[in-house]
């Protein structure tokens, strides 16, 4: 804990607003953005090698979360006190941090195979800042950033090189999809069937049942997008700016009214797993196949009607 006292001893009103903004970086929005991003715009390959990077790290964390149930640090120590701000945002259990492997992973991914030095130092001033931020705010502690940032920078160096071979070769990215939906299957089979101990957060168990089930569904939702990509619709990520920006946030947008129409009659149909399962899987789906299918031929269609 000296560290954390150590940065509760500087904070100043305007350092903490700085610290609150930067801490959003490392939040599962940001990550969304910026592997579509680059799946869409930029590189499928490389899209893939974040969204692998992303989904393996979560099974990963959340499992670690649940296995452990490391209280956050101010129930561990009663005379530490947070940012205020921060508390709302700060739930679950605190070990290891999920936004420390959300940033590490998704810019620490992007550093690993950008070319432009620019963008490689921004992402690695953002991979430090955020676990950074995580301690100042009081929401997590060394080992709790340290331990994530091991996991994350081991799936940005060990997937890296996978996913370099998975455009030559299909069967490396088919295995790469079926070890992430065995751990998301054994990660829901964990958080179903082992025997918690009676203290146990019941809102964190039930929060953990519906993560393993979201990440089963999306898993599928990927593997099943991939394949009929390799197969049927081999789309380019190539065009002009502003259809890349079309592009962009017309998906997001789209991606985002699938995520909140479905959420309430999958629920009651369903149910919150389930539900949840089908519903992460269909947004992937649409994000890996539909809309790419969509927007090759609108592509076209914008790229014709300017010139």
């Known amino acids: 804990m000296e560290v954390l006292y150590a940065l509760e001893s500087i904070r100043m009103p305007w350092l903490d607003t700085v610290m609150a903004a930067i801490t959003h970086l490392g939040e599962e929005t940001v990550f969304m953005v910026a592997a579509l991003f680059v799946f869409w715009c930029v590189s499928k390959r490389h899209g893939y090698y974040l969204l692998a990077i992303g989904f393996a790290g979560t099974v990963l964390n959340q499992f670690l979360k ?15 006190t ?18 420390t492997q959300n940033a590490i992973g998704t810019f620490g991914g992007i550093a690993r195979f950008t070319r432009r030095k620019w963008v490689r130092i921004a992402a690695a ?14 929401v997590h502690t060394p080992l709790d950033v ?55 957060d019941a809102a964190n168990l039930a929060s953990g049942v519906e ?3 979201k990440l089963l569904g999306a898993t599928i939702g990927m593997l ?26 017309g998906g997001l947008a789209l991606l985002l ?15 919150a797993g389930v539900g949840g399962a089908v519903r992460y899987g269909v947004m992937v789906l649409f994000a890996a196949a539909v809309w790419p299918m969509v927007f090759a031929p609108l592509c076209r269609a914008l790229e014709k009607r300017v010139y």
């Open 66 to 80: 649940l296995l452990f149930r490391i209280p956050r640090p101010w129930v561990l120590d009663s005379d530490f």
């Open 82 to 99: 947070i940012v205020e701000s921060a508390r709302a945002q700060a739930t679950g259990y605190s070990f290891p941090s999920g936004h």
């Open 125 to 138: 001033v953002i991979a430090v800042l955020v676990p950074l931020s995580r301690m100042y705010l009081g």
């Open 146 to 200: 340290g331990v994530a940032a091991v996991i994350a920078v081991a799936l940005v160096f060990a997937l890296y090189p996978l996913m370099e071979r998975s455009d030559s070769q299909h069967g490396v990215m088919g295995a790469v999809l079926a070890v992430m939906l065995a751990l998301a299957a054994g990660y829901l089979l964990f958080v179903s069937l082992y025997r918690f101990p009676a203290d146990v």
């Open 211 to 213: 993560n393993a089930w």
């Open 224 to 249: 099943v997008g991939w394949w009929l990509d390799v197969r049927f619709i081999h789309f380019d990520t190539r065009a002009v700016w502003y259809v890349q920006l079309i592009k962009l946030v």
């Open 257 to 271: 009214g699938i995520r909140a129409a479905l959420k309430a009659p999958l629920a009651a149909a369903l149910g």
